[in-house]
Nanobody, 124 residues
Framework: QVQLVESGGGLVQNGASLRLSCVDA????????MGWFRQAPGKEREFVSG????????SYADSVKGRFTISRDNAKNTIYLQMNTLKPEDTAVYYC?????????????????WGQGTQVTVSS
């Protein structure tokens, strides 16, 4: 059974860095593509970044290109999101998502599994 668990969120200052982690605690082989989404208060959940099954294909939202890096360690059933030069507008709950299809979708409804989310707050 897939069980995605995020960690690494926190409160940081403008310009700081954070690294989020998401582990499939169920250690299944059901997940292929994985992604990070975020949702700020009063806003819809939006795509941040995604990776295919082997980590060789990645995708980023324009708002985070050049600042965020997604990576994947299948031996540890874990994906990461390295977030540099954080801005106040990056403040949101960040969610990890998994798909049974090896394609980096950008719509939340195309992902079958979700973590509980981790809060990232960037102060100005």
């Amino acid at each position: 059974q897939v069980q995605l668990v995020e960690s690494g969120g926190g409160l940081v200052q403008n310009g700081a860095s954070l690294r989020l982690s998401c582990v499939d605690a169920g250690r299944t082989t059901s997940i292929y593509a994985m992604g990070w989404f975020r949702q700020a208060p009063g806003k819809e959940r939006e795509f941040v970044s995604g990776t295919n099954w082997n980590g060789r294909s990645t995708s980023y939202a324009d708002s985070v290109k050049g600042r965020f890096t997604i990576s994947r360690d299948n031996a540890k059933n874990t994906i990461y999101l390295q977030m540099n030069t954080l801005k106040p507008e990056d403040t949101a709950v960040y969610y990890c998502a998994g798909s049974a299809i090896n394609y980096i979708y950008v719509r939340p409804e195309d992902y079958q599994w979700w973590g509980q989310g981790t809060q990232v707050t960037v102060s100005s």
